[in-house]
């Protein structure tokens, strides 16, 4: 399966500033995945990106919010905008599995955000 | 809006004993089923997949999959410490690559 390296691991923001989180996967993947964990839930797409296209953002999740990029096949970011205290959560990447979808979806190590 | 219920927990079972978790998925569309395993301040990991009717085993986990009743469960044999966790269920959604989390459910295993 697919190895990814997300940084950074976690972070301490100020209200109001933004924080741009990447995710560099060992080998090429159509998509990327963005979730969002908040404290004790499951998880919540925010967005899937494909290489050279826009994102697509999921219903409560907006791109001014949450630019993504998807520049290559191996790499993604997700920015916090214009953070406040209730962004603070887990910030995660995730692609498919070996062979596409239906082999699962491996995750990043995950972003801890708190936003003060 | 897809829907993936799971009971929270926490399900406590003794070391040994068999854990049973369910869940229920309203995408009557959903082909692919995962079950992911998360211990606390990890990412999730991925410990089974599913895809047709019936049972499939890896190990001591057997997930269960009923289509018709929409209904996929996740059955840990010899139940062990190191297995209290939070366990998933992630459908993925019908005509897309996403999947759809349940909120989990909480697995103590005492020794």
């Known amino acids: 399966s697919a190895v990814i390296s997300q940084k950074p691991s976690r972070d301490i923001c100020q209200r109001g500033t933004s924080l741009t989180i990447q995710c560099q996967v060992d080998?090429?993947?159509?998509?990327m995945f963005w979730y969002r964990q908040q404290p004790g839930q499951s998880l919540t797409l925010i967005a899937t990106a494909n290489q050279g296209s826009e994102a697509t953002y999921e219903s409560g999740f907006v791109i001014d919010k949450f630019p993504i990029s998807r520049p290559n096949l191996t790499f993604s970011t997700l920015t916090v905008s214009n953070m406040s205290p209730e962004d603070s959560s887990i910030y995660l990447c995730?692609?498919?599995?070996?062979?596409?979808?239906?082999?699962?979806?491996?995750f990043g190590s995950g972003t801890r955000l708190t936003v003060v | 809006q897809k829907e993936v219920e799971q009971n929270s927990g926490p399900l406590s079972v003794p070391e040994g004993a068999i854990a049973s978790l369910n869940c229920t998925y309203s995408?009557?569309?959903?082909?692919?089923f995962f079950w992911y395993r998360q211990y606390s301040g990890k990412s999730p990991e991925l410990i089974m997949s599913i895809y047709s009717n019936g049972d499939k085993e890896d190990g001591r986990f057997t997930a269960q999959l009923n289509k018709a009743s929409q209904y996929v469960s996740l059955l840990i044999r010899d139940s062990q410490p190191s297995d209290s966790a939070t366990y998933l269920c992630a459908p993925r959604e019908a005509g897309f690559q996403k999947l759809v989390f349940g909120t989990g459910t909480r697995l103590l295993v005492s020794p």
């Open positions: 995408d009557r569309g959903s082909q692919s």
């Open positions: 080998s090429q993947v159509t998509m």
């Open positions: 995730s692609v498919e599995g070996t062979g596409g979808s239906d082999y699962g979806y491996t």
